[in-house]
T-cell receptor, first 111, second 110 residues
Framework: DTAVSQTPKYLVTQMGNDKSIKCEQN?????MYWYKQDSKKFLKIMFS???????INETVPNRFSPKSPDKAHLNLHINSLELGDSAVYFC??????????FGPGTRLTVT | RKEVEQDPGPFNVPEGATVAFNCTYS??????FFWYRQDCRKEPKLLMS???SGNEDGRFTAQLNRASQYISLLIRDSKLSDSATYLC???????????FGTGTRLKVLA
């Protein structure tokens, strides 16, 4: 059974489009995260939800909007995609502030 | 000074060698530390937590040096399959946020 899953795995789209990435975890964790890993492999936190409440909101363009319908799900919607949004987006989950477990990533390419 | 720093490497070592990486952090109040392993085009996978007293898991040993503000990862008897990028993660005190290092690349050579 996959612990943290993301869909889609690959996303190729044109500039200006709107897209969503979905994440689900079956670990019973109460905290979920979105990270962006750019071409230089730097893994940067974007958002985090604890029990459906937004607790981390880093300096991210407001074109990015996370949503957590319940503790097991965290989605990321991106409006008006730009070339610089191309990256791998990882979802992760944890129990409170303990170790995090990552999903397989969504490789986003904006053309 | 960056919040979390790692030597990017690569560290090229022969099979069977012992290799150690360090990860320095700037916030002396940080309490939680982890090592992750990331293979090419894959997600980071938790390797081990780092406890104050140090901890060992098979060929891997993690240590915390609070005075000098760094954590270390020692790999003994390196295997080809250990080739990967090793990321450290340091908690931002009082938050659920972890700062990741940029990773140290290890290549184990036959």
């Amino acid at each position: 059974d996959t612990a943290v899953s993301q869909t889609p795995k690959y996303l190729v789209t044109q500039m200006g489009n709107d897209k969503s990435i979905k994440c689900e975890q079956n670990l019973g964790h109460d905290t979920m995260y979105w990270y962006k890993q750019d071409s230089k492999k730097f893994l940067k936190i974007m958002f985090s939800y604890n029990n459906k409440e937004l607790i981390i909101n880093e300096t991210v363009p407001n074109r990015f909007s996370p949503k957590s319908p319940d503790k097991a799900h965290l989605n990321l919607h991106i409006n008006s995609l730009e070339l610089g949004d191309s990256a791998v987006y990882f979802c992760a989950s944890s129990l409170r502030a303990y170790e995090q477990y990552f999903g397989p990533g969504t490789r986003l390419t904006v053309t | 000074r960056k919040e979390v720093e790692q030597d990017p490497g690569p560290f090229n070592v022969p099979e069977g060698a012992t290799v150690a990486f360090n990860c320095t952090y700037s916030n002396s109040a940080s309490q939680s530390f982890f090592w992750y392993r990331q293979d090419c085009r894959k997600e980071p996978k938790l390797l081990m937590s780092v406890y104050s007293s140090g901890n060992e898991d098979g060929r891997f040993t993690a240590q915390l040096n609070r005075a000098s503000q760094y954590i270390s990862l020692l790999i003994r008897d390196s295997k080809l399959s250990d080739s990967a990028t090793y990321l450290c993660a340091v908690n931002s005190p009082g938050t659920y946020k972890y700062i990741f290092g940029t990773g140290t690349r290890l290549k184990v050579l036959a």
